[in-house]
């Protein structure tokens, strides 16, 4: 007994009545065959080519020769004979009656015979159809095959162009589905490799060698920079401060994302750094006295990336290409981070109390919005006017009683330097998490679009909002937007002293914090 088959056999007439009319669902049929159909390894010509072929010889009178009938033109119009013998599925029991009614009128019709209301009653046999063959046979045969041509041509190249598009959505899935795997099999097999390089290899001497400039440094900020080391990886050496905020937490931040991401096992359209190694600096590198702490070594992303000037200089249709797939990717991220525990206390894990607020157990929407304003008010210290003061104190307002709580883990720090495109303008990777953690989703867009033009802004909006079927709140954007000016600002004032970016700093803090102004409900003269 095979394997599949079944414990008790089907009797002949329950056979006979699942023919007719099965019991799971002709719905359920047509979905079974169709699959079946599309699914056939063969050229989309010919499948339709033997299905227009089975459909068209069920219109003929031929009861019992279906099969062999339709292999033959299956054969003579080169079509696939699996399909032809889907299509002979159309004339079956239920419907060969109308099948016939039809053939016959119509090929009395030609022949000028007049029709007979009563010829088909008695049903049809071979015996009947010889003894009224110029009455019966010959006008279904000439009715059938006029139907059969009609059938074939409405049904080939409708039928066509529904498979190849079917064929062609297939075979691209299965190729990005390769394509995806290869990457991640490449990036297993680097990731292994990096892992081997870095055990027999000194740090102090790496450490050593980035302090006297042997490597390329790729970026450097207020708290941290980045050096390119060999065999794909790069070093972070941190700050334990740096003046805005703990560096730290931000470091352990990363770190803590990094390996959360890494534990989910998921296949990602895009690569994210791994986490090779991490330490504190000791006293006597000469790192230590500049200041530097901590040092992080991370798997080095492949592409490139594309500032804000080379985004200028791309033609239109790559700039709506470079928006498309940056938006999807961030949506890609967020659904990544919603399988991340949600729980707040994990975005502080490593942080040292003193930059904790002060009812951090169980704070309030105010001090929630004070914690988000924490480096901002540090950096407000230095201000004796009281003017980034009083706009952090508007802001605070404006996030404690105009938003819901986040609920939402986000990137923190997404932009054009941290994303990283290949030849197709796909993105390929997605860098520097230490920024990472609860918020709204127009945190990141608003940081994406910041340094964008104007007329890329609103593409940008809308792209996220098509590919995540959510809609975003402009005021959140616009004040994320004011958040990120006044941050901007006060480190070309306080920290940098950059009197040209401080100036151009100031003035969009204006702007930006006059549109929120606007875009603020009115409330009433009592309030």
Same mark, same amino acid.
């Given at each position: 007994?095979?394997?599949?088959?079944?414990?008790?056999?089907?009797?002949?007439?329950?056979?006979?009545?699942?023919?007719?009319?099965?019991?799971?669902?002709?719905?359920?049929?047509?979905?079974?065959?169709?699959?079946?159909?599309?699914?056939?390894?063969? =050229?989309?010509?010919?499948?339709?080519?033997?299905?227009?072929? !089975?459909?068209?010889?069920?219109?003929?009178?031929?009861?019992?020769?279906?099969?062999?009938?339709?292999? =033959?033109?299956?054969?003579?119009?080169? !079509?696939?004979?699996?399909? #032809?013998?889907? #299509?002979?599925?159309?004339?079956? $029991?239920?419907?060969? $009656?109308?099948?016939?009614?039809?053939?016959?009128?119509?090929?009395?019709?030609?022949? =000028?015979?007049?029709?007979?209301?009563?010829?088909?009653?008695?049903?049809?046999?071979?015996?009947?159809?010889? +003894?009224?063959?110029?009455?019966?046979?010959?006008?279904?045969?000439? #009715?059938?095959?006029?139907?059969?041509?009609?059938?074939?041509?409405?049904?080939?190249?409708?039928?066509?162009? *529904?498979?190849?598009?079917?064929?062609?959505?297939?075979?691209?899935?299965?190729?990005?589905?390769?394509?995806?795997?290869?990457?991640?099999?490449?990036?297993?097999?680097?990731?292994?490799?990096?892992?081997?390089?870095?055990?027999?290899?000194?740090?102090?001497?790496?450490?050593?060698?980035?302090?006297?400039?042997?490597?390329?440094?790729?970026?450097?900020?207020?708290?941290?920079?980045?050096?390119?080391?060999?065999?794909?990886?790069?070093?972070?050496?941190?700050?334990?401060?740096?003046?805005?905020?703990?560096?730290?937490?931000?470091?352990?931040?990363?770190?803590?994302?990094?390996?959360?991401?890494?534990?989910? %096992?998921?296949?990602?359209?895009? @690569?994210?750094?791994?986490?090779?190694?991490?330490?504190?600096?000791?006293?006597?590198?000469?790192?230590?006295?500049?200041?530097?702490?901590?040092?992080?070594?991370?798997?080095?992303?492949?592409?490139?990336?594309?500032?804000?000037?080379?985004?200028?200089?791309?033609?239109?249709?790559?700039?709506?290409?470079?928006?498309?797939?940056?938006?999807?990717?961030?949506?890609?991220?967020? %659904?990544?981070?919603?399988?991340?525990?949600?729980?707040?206390?994990?975005?502080? %894990?490593?942080?040292?109390?003193?930059?904790?607020?002060?009812?951090?157990?169980?704070?309030?929407?105010? @001090?929630?919005?004070?914690? +988000?304003?924490?480096?901002?008010?540090?950096?407000?210290?230095? @201000?004796?006017?009281?003017?980034?003061?009083?706009?952090?104190?508007?802001?605070?307002? *404006?996030?404690?009683?105009?938003?819901?709580?986040?609920?939402?883990?986000?990137?923190?720090?997404?932009?054009?330097?941290?994303?990283?495109?290949?030849?197709?303008?796909?993105?390929?990777?997605?860098?520097?998490?230490?920024?990472?953690?609860?918020?709204?989703?127009?945190?990141?867009?608003?940081?994406?679009?910041? +340094?964008?033009?104007?007329?890329?802004?609103?593409?940008?909006?809308?792209?996220?909002?098509?590919?995540?079927?959510?809609?975003?709140?402009?005021? %959140?954007?616009?004040?994320?937007?004011?958040?990120?000016?006044?941050?901007?600002?006060?480190?070309?004032?306080?920290?940098?002293?950059?009197?040209?970016?401080?100036?151009?700093?100031?003035?969009?803090? +204006? @702007?930006?914090?006059?549109?929120?102004?606007?875009?603020?409900?009115?409330?009433?003269?009592?309030?």
């Amino acid at each position: 007994m095979s394997l599949f088959s079944r414990r008790i056999q089907k009797s002949f007439n329950k056979k006979a009545r699942d023919f007719v009319w099965p019991r799971i669902g002709w719905k359920r049929v047509f979905s079974y065959y169709r699959k079946r159909l599309f699914r056939i390894n063969d =050229g989309a010509n010919a499948i339709a080519s033997g299905l227009a072929c !089975g459909m068209a010889v069920s219109m003929t009178p031929f009861i019992g020769l279906h099969l062999l009938l339709t292999a =033959g033109a299956c054969l003579l119009f080169r !079509g696939n004979v699996i399909a #032809g013998m889907i #299509g002979t599925l159309v004339g079956n $029991p239920a419907t060969f $009656p109308f099948i016939w009614i039809f053939s016959y009128y119509i090929g009395t019709f030609i022949l =000028g015979i007049e029709p007979d209301p009563t010829a088909l009653h008695a049903g049809l046999s071979y015996e009947i159809l010889k +003894e009224q063959f110029m009455t019966l046979f010959l006008p279904l045969i000439i #009715g059938g095959v006029l139907i059969a041509t009609i059938v074939w041509f409405s049904t080939y190249y409708p039928l066509r162009n *529904v498979i190849q598009r079917y064929q062609d959505l297939r075979k691209s899935r299965m190729n990005e589905k390769k394509k995806l795997l290869r990457a991640i099999r490449d990036m297993l097999e680097k990731r292994k490799m990096r892992k081997s390089l870095f055990k027999n290899r000194s740090l102090d001497k790496i450490l050593f060698d980035a302090s006297q400039g042997e490597f390329k440094k790729l970026g450097q900020g207020v708290w941290s920079s980045v050096y390119d080391l060999d065999n794909d990886c790069v070093i972070k050496v941190s700050k334990e401060d740096g003046g805005v905020g703990s560096g730290l937490q931000k470091i352990e931040n990363e770190r803590l994302y990094l390996k959360e991401i890494e534990n989910l %096992k998921m296949i990602t359209p895009f @690569d994210t750094p791994q986490l090779i190694d991490f330490g504190k600096i000791k006293r006597y590198t000469p790192l230590r006295h500049l200041d530097f702490r901590y040092w992080t070594i991370l798997s080095k992303l492949d592409g490139f990336t594309i500032q804000a000037e080379k985004f200028d200089k791309l033609a239109n249709d790559e700039q709506i290409k470079v928006v498309r797939n940056i938006t999807k990717a961030l949506y890609s991220l967020h %659904k990544i981070f919603d399988r991340l525990p949600r729980d707040k206390s994990a975005q502080n %894990k490593f942080a040292n109390d003193a930059f904790a607020p002060a009812n951090s157990s169980n704070p309030s929407r105010l @001090d929630r919005a004070k914690e +988000e304003f924490f480096e901002i008010t540090q950096l407000a210290k230095d @201000d004796k006017t009281g003017y980034y003061e009083e706009i952090a104190n508007d802001l605070i307002q *404006v996030y404690a009683y105009e938003f819901d709580e986040p609920t939402r883990i986000v990137h923190g720090d997404y932009n054009l330097s941290n994303v990283f495109f290949n030849e197709n303008l796909e993105v390929v990777g997605i860098l520097d998490f230490a920024e990472t953690g609860i918020g709204h989703v127009e945190k990141d867009v608003a940081k994406l679009i910041a +340094e964008l033009p104007e007329n890329v802004k609103q593409n940008i909006i809308n792209s996220y909002q098509e590919v995540s079927s959510m809609q975003l709140n402009p005021i %959140k954007i616009q004040y994320n937007l004011t958040k990120n000016s006044i941050f901007s600002a006060l480190i070309a004032e306080f920290r940098t002293r950059d009197m040209i970016d401080l100036r151009q700093a100031k003035t969009e803090l +204006e @702007d930006n914090l006059e549109t929120l102004k606007k875009m603020l409900p009115k409330k009433d003269k009592e309030d």
